[in-house]
């Protein structure tokens, strides 16, 4: 991915550019305070969200002018799959010991 550029005129925010290469077998981790665009790179990447500029190659194939999810033929349990939509409360467990019992309980 070269020069990956993406801007919300409505805030002000942008992202970018943003140069990355990952070879097969790689591993990265995508870290960052929140609001640092960690989520609008990965919708960039998985073409969620549009860049303003991007070249972008996957698998050797040059996806820069790729069509976004509603345009391709993609079902749309696929598309709910393959991306994690962040919601701590649907995330969050602790563990409770009643009467010495030890137990996973799901908050909320």
Known sequence: MERLVHRYPSS???LGPIDLQVAAGDRIALVGP?????TTLLKCIALLERPNFAR???FGANRSSAKPPPEREVHRWAAHALYCF???EDQLYFIERPRGACRIHRDG
């Open 12 to 14: 002000g925010f942008s």
């Open 34 to 38: 929140n609001g640092s665009g960690k």
């Open 56 to 58: 972008m190659e996957i």
């Open 86 to 88: 962040q919601r701590p």
